[in-house]
Nanobody, 113 residues
Framework: QVQLVESGGGLVQPGGSLTLSCAAS????????MSWYRQAPGKQRELVAF?????????YYSDSVKGRFTISRDDRKNTVYLQMNNLKPEDTAIYYC?????WGRGTQVTVSS
């Protein structure tokens, strides 16, 4: 059974940082493209970043987070991370992990003073 469990969300002030984690199980993690999406209130879910299997392919970032967010993976721990720096109020959303056609339940990130 595929499981994706996100953690690390919370309340942070503008300009602050958070690191999200997504622990995966039930599939061959090292062979999977892993992604982070987010959904803000009243908006559609959007792709934030994805990371291919560790074989040199290009990592993708949306324009809205490029230069501020970093996606990474640890295949020994079956975990994908999203390091978020210089957070802005418009980054407020529920952040979801996606991999192997499955979604996690999400973790709330709120950026507010």
């Amino acid at each position: 059974q595929v499981q994706l469990v996100e953690s690390g969300g919370g309340l942070v002030q503008p300009g602050g940082s958070l690191t999200l984690s997504c622990a995966a199980s039930g599939f061959s993690f090292s062979s999977a493209v892993m992604s982070w999406y987010r959904q803000a209130p009243g908006k559609q879910r959007e792709l934030v970043a994805f990371i291919p299997p560790t074989d040199g392919h290009i990592i993708y970032y949306s324009d809205s987070v490029k230069g501020r967010f970093t996606i990474s993976r640890d295949d020994r721990k079956n975990t994908v991370y999203l390091q978020m720096n210089n957070l802005k109020p418009e980054d407020t959303a529920i952040y979801y992990c996606f991999g192997f056609t499955s979604w996690g339940r999400g973790t709330q990130v709120t950026v507010s003073s």
